[in-house]
């Protein structure tokens, strides 16, 4: 089963940044997409950003203009840099890949909170 290794979630005020990172292992074969979705509480798990292999970007409406999605050269391992972070992002931060194969596995979560 493939793992994947999220980091960079904390605490931060409203209007700091983080950043946050995903890591597939590099054997992984056929990586289509990889992105970012995230769960509020009491909220349904919805998407962020995503990238594609070609490097096309795709951004809720809601972090659009805020939020850069970015992958490493090697391709397996996708970035989330936050900025003007609102009280409304304070989510769980789920990283997700696919492949040709078939394969759509899931990160633990990284918890994010925006709090003053």
């Known amino acids: 089963q493939v793992q994947l290794e999220e980091s960079g979630g904390g605490l931060v005020q409203p209007g700091g940044s983080l950043r946050l990172s995903c890591a597939a292992p590099?054997?992984?074969?056929?990586?289509?997409?990889m992105g970012w979705y995230r769960q509020a509480p009491g909220k349904e798990r919805e998407l962020v950003a995503t990238i594609s292999r070609g490097d096309t970007t795709n951004y809720a409406d809601s972090v659009k203009g805020r939020f850069t999605i970015s992958r490493d050269n090697a391709k397996t391992a996708v970035h989330l840099q936050m900025n003007s972070l609102k009280s409304e992002d304070t989510a769980v931060y789920y990283c997700?890949?696919?492949?040709?194969?078939?394969?759509?596995?899931w990160g633990k979560g990284t918890l994010v909170t925006v709090s003053s």
């Open positions: 590099r054997s992984i074969a056929g990586l289509v997409t």
């Open positions: 997700n890949v696919k492949t040709i194969y078939g394969m759509d596995p």
